[in-house]
């Protein structure tokens, strides 16, 4: 599946940026999807999931309640909204998905990546 992420930029602190994920695979929809980030020198990192159907959704602690995760089956695309913004979420944002029959917060369990987008907060 081929996965195309956009939306990143540079905002302020306390600021909101939407990422979104598109792909125009039909099989996308039937997929879970994960946002991960990975800022410099750091590891990838879980953001958020969501379930194919959309039901079941994960937050990293680090986004709880500042981040929403939907998607759109019939758009077949996956975003993520992101308010309160903060420097420490600077990053490169990816999008994946697994063929996994759960989500799953693991890096390991994606199987197909984005190319990425830059997320950069100032101070």
């Known amino acids: 599946v081929q996965l195309q992420a956009s939306g990143g930029g540079l905002v302020q602190a306390g600021g909101s940026l939407r990422l979104s994920c598109a792909s125009s695979?039909?099989?996308?929809?039937?997929?879970?999807t994960g946002w991960f980030r990975q800022a410099p020198g750091r590891e990838r990192e879980i953001v958020s999931t969501?379930?194919?159907?959309?039901?079941?959704?994960y937050y990293a602690d680090s986004v709880e309640g500042r981040f929403t995760i939907s998607r759109d089956n019939a758009k077949n695309t996956v975003d993520l909204q992101m308010n309160s913004l903060k420097p420490e979420d600077t990053a490169v944002y990816y999008c994946?998905?697994?063929?996994?029959?759960?989500?799953?917060?693991?890096?390991?369990?994606?199987?197909?990546w984005g190319q990425g987008t830059l997320v950069t907060v100032s101070s």
């Open positions: 969501i379930s194919a159907t959309g039901i079941s959704t």
């Open positions: 994946a998905v697994t063929r996994k029959p759960f989500t799953t917060i693991r890096v390991r369990d994606y199987d197909d």
């Open positions: 695979g039909r099989t996308f929809r039937t997929y879970n």
